[in-house]
């Protein structure tokens, strides 16, 4: 892991289907000629180079070094800190719908 020393509670606690929504959303294609039956390889088409391999089963002896190296070529690729894109793969993928209601009975 590069000698960066991170929360590996809050890498396992990582579910892969949330790392697989979060690169999906972010234009990441899975390439199903390199994937197999432990991880799917997911490859940016703007990023020649850029691959990140997510594990198909929590029970896989590397699932934490493979999260862990996910989130470092994220963190790399999106030019944000390792800490930041941790917190998005923790959040639950969801979208916030915020409302306000405008009216004189409602000003308390």
């Keep these: 892991m590069n000698g960066l020393k991170l929360p590996l509670e809050q890498i396992a606690a990582l579910r892969a289907e949330d790392l697989q929504l979060y690169l999906g959303s972010r234009g ?55 800490w930041l894109v941790l917190n998005d793969l923790a959040n639950p993928p969801a979208d916030t719908l915020r409302l306000r209601v405008q009216s004189p009975e409602a000003a308390s």
């Design 28 to 82: 990441w294609q899975p390439d199903a000629g390199a994937s197999t039956d432990l991880a799917t390889l997911y490859r940016l088409p703007a990023e020649p180079d850029a691959e990140v391999l997510v594990p198909r089963q929590r029970e896989i002896a590397d699932y934490v070094s493979r999260m862990a190296d996910a989130a470092q070529t994220l963190a790399a690729v999106e030019q944000r800190s390792i």
